[in-house]
Structures are given as structure tokens and as C-alpha cells.
């Protein structure tokens, strides 16, 4: 199968993408407009299989994307590109509209244009993969719930409203023009290669330092985490056999407080760590509770039944050994994070800037 997928140079896409050269014979094209979350280094170890070929530009550019299109002839689009950080979209909004909402819209004119004039039988086959977020559903505090494929939409950042309308539009223009769409709505991922604004990846990174470790409010925030590599799994699982015009929850069946997360991790690199930075006995010692973000969502959970059921996908890492795997990754990629904290994300605390010094 030749696959589009659109921002494979981020976090999740460039793990999908690994996934797919490593362990399947499909072709690949990476489009990604390499913002400061794109990384081709996350890559590398499959930059030069001849399956795989990157081009970069904007989804939102129409003419580049349906030239683009035109030659690769995909016969899936997977679509992962978006500006995706909660913290990011309370301090400038405007770029996740033009992206999530705009970029989302533009993708999927260029993309019908393009459908509309293949073979019927090519046309029935093809797949439009939108990946989406469980944060489109809200907030389940004081609700002992699951997020299901029918939970209503009601998002609390200009972050999550922005992947509602897209996903929106998605299912509108299956809707309206029968394009063969498949959505996706995750939890919060984790593992190898993400940037260091995330969580899990800028405490390890601070803790390593010796700054400190922001937690928003008193840290009983609740989140559901999935390992990366499973939900790469999950989404070939999903392009490959999902009914069209259906939704599926992914999700890693792993409920976690915030604190609670953030204490595992400086457990492990009290465990697995180097020599502590001065000053510090035990790696928790730097644990830092400052003022919540606005807007902030207390729960988060997914309820992953549909896709086990109906096509089979289960995770295979558990809470803890991915975060094990994943701080002994961060410890051994130490190069990697320094490559990538040189550009425009210096470790600040984003979406409140009173508290910004905390960390910096």
C-alpha cells in the first residue's frame, strides 16, 4: 500500500512511520512542514529505505499538496499533522486554527479533488485516516466514566476545540461527498523521541538538570497514557481494517495522576539515572507545585473496548515498563535532546506566564 502520511516528522507520526518501514512492505511519503515540533532526526533510522521519501511543505497549501498527490498516488492518507500542545494553544491560538481547522479543510479539498476522478474501484478503496485526541471530549471529573465513540464533543482549550472542528469536518466531508474517512481519538502518548515540552519528557530532562519539576495544581489530575509504539500499531490496525466512516478509541487501559507520574519518573532515575546534579538526595526533592493552567481538564479516559473487539488491537506495554523503557531511551539519547532544545523550546513553562521563571 503507498501511504500519505502528514506530519511524520512529529512525535506520533514519525513513530507510525518507523512502524510501517520496520515491520510492513508499504511506501511511504512523509509530509510535514517541519514547525519546531518536527524533527527528521526521529527518522533517521529509516531515512534511507527506498520505500520512504519526505516532502515538506503545509497541508494547508492546496497546489502543493494535490502536485503532490497527483504523483504519489497514495492509496491511504493518514493524517497526523497539527499543532498539538494544550499549553502552546492558550498563549497563541491562531496557529492551531489555521492548522487543526484550515490546514484540516484544505488537506481534505485537495485530497476530493483528487479521489473524485480515480477508478471506482480505486476510489472505493482508498482511506482518509484522521488522528484526533480523547481531550475533544472534555473533562470527566466527578464522573466514574469512560470516554466513549459516542461521548459528546465538548473541548476546553482552543487546542481541543480545534481538533473537534476537524475532526467535524472529516465526518462532514464523508458525509457530504462520500469520501471514505476512518477517525481516531487517542490518549496522551509517551515513549522514545518526544519533544521536551511534553510531560513526561520535561521532567526527565529537568530532573537531569536539576530544575525544577512543575506540577499544575495539586497534581490529581488524571490521564490515560498509551505507550507510542502501541498506538502506531493501532492506527495500521485501523487503515488496514477499520469500517469506513467509523470512530475508534485508542487508548492504553492505563489511568495515572499526574503526581503520581511524575514520581515514577524521578523513582527511575533514582534508580537508573547518572550522578544527581548538586544538591539533590533523591530526584522527587525537585518536584515544584505551581498555579493550574486555565481551562485545565481533571480526567481523561478512554474506553479502548470497540477496537479490541472489532479489529482485534490490544496494548502491549504497560504503564510501567514503557515509562521504564522510555526514561532509559531519554538517558541514552541525551545528545538528541540537547540537538533539539537548541532550537525555539528552551524548557519554559507555557500557557501561564507568571509561573515561566519556575522552570528556566
Known sequence: MRILVTGGAGFIGSALIRHLIEHTDHEVLNLDKLTYAGNLESLQPIANDTRYEFVQADIADQATVSAVLQRFAPQAIMHLAAE??????IDGPAAFIQTNIVGTYALLEATRAWWSQLPADERGAFRFHHISTDEVYGDLHGVDDLFTEHTPYAP???????????????????????????LTNCSNNYGPYHFPEKLI????????AGKPLPVYGNGQQVRDWLFVEDHAR???????????????N??????????????AICALLDELGPQRPAGVTHYADLISFVADRPGHDLRYAIDAGKIERELGWVPEETFESGLRKTVQWYLE???????????????????????KDLIT
Open 250 to 263: 485508542i487508548g492504553g487501559h492505563n489511568e495515572q495522576k499526574n503526581i503520581d507520574v511524575v514520581r
Open 234 to 248: 493501532a492506527l495500521l490496525t485501523v487503515v488496514s481494517n477499520g469500517q469506513v466512516g467509523e470512530t475508534y
Open 84 to 89: 498539538s500542545h494544550v499549553d502552546r494553544s
Open 201 to 208: 519528557p520535561l521532567v526527565i530532562l529537568n530532573a537531569l
Open 156 to 182: 476546553s482549550s482552543p487546542y481541543s476545540a480545534s481538533k473537534a472542528a476537524s475532526d467535524h469536518l472529516v465526518r462532514a466531508w464523508q458525509r457530504t461527498y462520500g469520501l471514505p474517512v476512518l
Open 333 to 355: 539519547n541525551l545528545e538528541w535532546c540537547g540537538r533539539v532544545q537548541d532550537g525555539s523550546y528552551q524548557g519554559e513553562r507555557l500557557g501561564n506566564t507568571q509561573f
